[in-house]
């Protein structure tokens, strides 16, 4: 709520006025002359909050149409009081109330603390900057991608601000880096800064060599940049299932898969500091994904998940992936179990074949196959070396990709050539 100093307005504006021969016209013009000036704050505010609720409104009902209507969205059917069958997404956790004015004395009252704001991501948002803290309109225009199964905490700048919740993620993290070699940082950016740094400090405490990868969504390498150097973050997440084409995924494995063939090398042990290109966690399919088969082909998964291994960087995968399986698999709604190993054999999709992408992986890197170059033959096909600078070997890998369900481009034709000698082919593959 505002309200108005009235002494400093009384100094701004009890002041003589030309032209004006009594007290009380004097009086009367400082009197116009302040309302004037508060018309015309409140008009601004006024246009302020009806602009944020106009967008708010539109973001409701945008949400609600790829919530229920939209063909790319879940088409969710039912629609009731439940929260998992709200029209909207929901934003807020509290105290299940029966009317609307229950909840808004809930909220202006001291049992408001116990309402609790989802978590999610805002679109083109300044990854820095906490969407939940004061000043922030995220949640009032309905900017924000809402998970309802998270909520923000509140940690403040310090641990003073918050003992419990500093001591017990504190715990929760020491724990897990005591049991896992590595950790993985889900929407890094967010967690504030100085949290997440605390956080892997301790950590390290216990587990010097611990991996770090991390999902980020900055739509900015030098802010992805910020994040890495302050959390010493080992690898950030790439998802190959971002690529539209053939094209742009063998452009992602030239930028994240090792130096380009032919690279100028510091021959000394103590090369000086350049920039470079964050280390990355290539993943052909990650939990956030829809199947390959519901967004380009089933006969794709191989070839795609192939050039992926052709990338001299750590590469993954998701369960599901080898399997073919052809739906979306929810990390929240889905409560299926997975087929058992002993389930499954070498017949069942493609598990044989990503046996030996990971073997021929594992193998380029061991072996010094550092620098790699892609070549776009056509927009379906794409021919992807691995080069070894010690010993001038190569690996090549031709992929027939089919991101087009019924619109393969014609291969015929096409010719690679390759200097020196040819050995052996190491492996080929097709879908049938």
């Known amino acids: 709520m505002s309200s108005v100093d009235l002494d400093m307005a009384l100094k701004r504006y009890n002041k003589p006025r030309e032209n004006i021969n009594t007290e009380d016209e004097r009086q009367a013009a400082c009197v116009a002359e302040f309302r004037q000036d508060l018309i015309c704050l409140v008009s601004g505010k006024h246009a302020a909050v009806m602009t944020h609720l106009l967008q708010g409104v539109e973001n409701a009902a945008a949400g609600a149409a790829y919530q229920h209507v939209d063909p790319l969205g879940p088409r969710q059917t039912a629609v009731s009081g439940r929260e998992d069958q709200e029209l909207?997404?929901?934003y807020f956790t509290c105290p299940h109330l029966s009317t609307l004015e229950?909840?808004?004395?809930?909220?202006?009252?001291?049992?408001?603390?116990?309402?609790?704001?989802h978590n999610g991501w805002v679109m083109a948002d300044d990854p820095l900057r906490n969407f939940a803290l004061p000043g922030s309109n995220v949640y009032l225009r309905r900017e924000l991608v809402a998970w309802g199964d998270s909520v923000k905490l509140r940690y403040g700048d310090k641990p003073e601000d918050?003992?419990?919740?500093?001591?017990?993620m504190t715990e929760y993290v020491v724990q897990t880096a005591r049991i896992f070699a590595g950790l993985r940082l889900d929407n890094c950016h967010s967690t504030p800064?100085?949290?997440?740094?605390?956080?892997?400090?301790?950590?390290?405490?216990?587990?010097?060599?611990?991996?770090?990868?991390?999902e980020l969504f900055t739509g900015s390498e030098a802010k992805d940049n910020v994040f890495v150097?302050?959390?010493?973050?080992s690898s950030l997440i790439r998802e190959g299932m971002a690529a539209w084409d053939s094209h742009e995924l063998g452009r992602m494995v030239y930028k994240y898969g090792g130096a380009p063939v032919g690279s100028f090398k510091w021959t000394s042990s103590t090369a000086e500091l350049s920039p470079g290109t964050a280390h990355a966690l290539f993943m052909d399919w990650t939990h956030d994904n829809p199947s390959p088969v519901e967004k380009k082909t089933v006969q794709d998964m191989l070839p795609s998940a192939a050039l992926v291994s052709m990338a001299a960087c750590a590469v993954g995968s998701n369960r599901g992936y080898d399997e073919l399986v052809p739906h979306h698999i929810h990390v929240v709604s889905e409560d299926r179990p997975y087929a058992g190993w002993s389930c499954l054999g070498d017949s069942t999709g493609m598990v044989v074949a990503r046996r030996e992408l990971s073997r021929l992986h594992q193998r380029l890197a061991s072996e010094g196959f550092s620098e790699v170059f892609v070549d776009?033959?056509?927009?379906?096909?794409?021919?992807?070396?691995?080069?070894?600078?010690?010993?001038?070997?190569?690996?090549?890998?031709?992929?027939?990709?089919?991101?087009?369900?019924?619109?393969?481009?014609?291969?015929?034709?096409?010719k690679l050539e390759v200097e020196g000698r040819l050995l052996k082919v190491l492996l080929q593959g097709k879908m049938v």
């Open 88 to 90: 909207v997404a929901p």
């Open 193 to 214: 800064l100085h949290v997440a740094s605390y956080m892997l400090d301790k950590a390290r405490q216990v587990r010097p060599d611990l991996y770090v990868s991390a």
């Open 376 to 414: 776009q033959m056509n927009r379906d096909v794409v021919a992807i070396t691995r080069h070894c600078p010690t010993n001038r070997r190569s690996v090549i890998m031709v992929a027939f990709t089919h991101f087009f369900p019924g619109n393969v481009m014609e291969a015929t034709g096409l």
């Open 162 to 168: 918050s003992p419990f919740l500093w001591a017990y």
């Open 102 to 117: 229950e909840e808004m004395l809930l909220a202006h009252s001291p049992g408001g603390a116990l309402c609790m704001a």
């Open 229 to 233: 150097n302050n959390l010493g973050i």
